[in-house]
């Protein structure tokens, strides 16, 4: 059975760095994006940044640009969210996904597998 798993994340001062890490189990995710969102209470998920499946293409929200790099070992299938810089609007729920294709697709609906998120909370 496809899972993503995740880990890291917690609470950091602002300004500090967090790091997220998502493994993929029960197949391979050959052909599969992976992206990062986050939703903080209110509002709606949001993109974060994504890695298409052959790790060579990258995407990342403007909000986070600079101070949010991704990377991944294939070998492994895993995939991790290096945070620096936080600021307490990063803080929220963070979720791995899984999204068929060759491309790093922006929109959630377009992946079909989720981790089961995890807390960042940046204080000021």
């Known amino acids: 059975q496809e899972q993503l798993v995740e880990s890291g994340g917690g609470l950091v001062q602002g300004g500090g760095s967090l790091r997220l890490s998502c493994a993929a189990s029960g197949r391979t995710f050959g052909a599969y994006a992976l992206g990062w969102f986050r939703q903080a209470p209110g509002k709606e998920r949001e993109f974060v940044a994504a890695i298409n499946w052959s790790g060579l293409s990258t995407v990342y929200a403007d909000s986070v640009k600079g101070r949010f790099t991704l990377g991944g070992d294939n070998a492994k299938k895993t995939v991790w969210l290096q945070m620096n810089s936080l600021k307490p609007e990063d803080t929220a729920v963070y979720y791995c996904?899984?999204?068929?294709?060759?491309?790093?697709?922006?929109?959630?609906?377009?992946?079909?597998?989720w981790g089961q998120g995890n807390q960042v909370t940046v204080s000021s």
């Open positions: 996904a899984a999204a068929p294709g060759l491309g790093t697709p922006l929109e959630p609906y377009t992946y079909v597998y």
